[in-house]
């Protein structure tokens, strides 16, 4: 360590009352000749600098009222470190619950060409009218395809079908009433049926195809091949017909 410097020629004052003009209760201040041996004086001080600026950005993100400043020695902790883990533990207990509390929802969205679902793959022996308002039983016409096409103009579509499909097979137009046939009639068997309590659709129609055109091809023993939806043209269909005959 060096020597204090003063006007007595570098001597420590006799009276030991410490540098002249300075507080007493700061005691000897001793100044060394190399200003290096300070270095982990100043480190620690940078150190406690950088501890203060992160509290008091804490502090302000949180809303807690300014840090008083402590007084000499006090050496009591702060309380910002564990009011940040206070909050985030109860964030993610929050979030944990509301995410055991939400129901979760299961959506079911027709796909083009997909098999029924097990338990719907029989045809129901649902009885139909013609434009007469006789009776017209569904397994009386299989093979078949169904086309469910309530509030559609959809006469091409119709006589498409009927174009396409083998001679076995019977083309059956449905809906609340029964649809109009394109004229002149095309194709093999095709026949306009109302379903006025509209079983069929409310058994096979997904909640997206609501409003649109559904085909259901149905074998001859009555077992069903497939239902595709939304229909658009016959190519929506055309190489399952095949299977059917």
Request: with cysteine; proline share 9%.
């Amino acid at each position: 360590m060096g020597t204090l410097r003063g006007d007595n020629g570098g001597e420590r004052p006799h009276d030991g009352s410490g540098v002249p003009g300075l507080p007493p209760e700061w005691g000897a201040i001793v100044i060394p000749d190399d200003a290096a041996e300070l270095d982990h004086e100043a480190a620690a001080l940078r150190r406690e600098w950088r501890r203060t600026a992160r509290r008091s950005r804490w502090r302000k993100r949180l809303r807690l009222p300014p840090k008083p400043k402590k007084l000499s020695g006090d050496t009591s902790p702060t309380l910002g470190i564990p009011l940040l883990i206070m909050t985030v533990a109860i964030i993610a207990t929050l979030t944990s619950l509301f995410a055991l509390a939400w129901p979760s929802r299961s959506t079911h969205n027709g796909t083009a060409g997909a098999a029924p679902a097990s338990g719907s793959s029989a045809l129901p022996d649902v009885t139909l009218l013609d434009g007469s308002n006789k009776a017209v039983q569904l397994r009386e016409n299989l093979p078949a395809v169904i086309l469910l096409v309530d509030g559609c103009d959809c006469g091409r579509l119709i006589s498409a079908a009927s174009t396409a499909a083998p001679a076995s097979v019977t083309v059956l137009a449905v809906g609340r009433t029964a649809p109009p046939l394109p004229s002149p009639l095309l194709g093999h068997r095709i026949r306009a049926v109302a379903d006025p309590n509209s079983v069929l659709r409310s058994r096979y129609a997904s909640s997206t195809t609501v409003d649109g055109v559904v085909a259901v091809l149905v074998g001859s023993t009555g077992k069903i091949d497939r239902t595709i939806q939304p229909v658009r043209t016959v190519a929506d269909f055309r190489t399952y017909l095949t299977h059917l005959g």
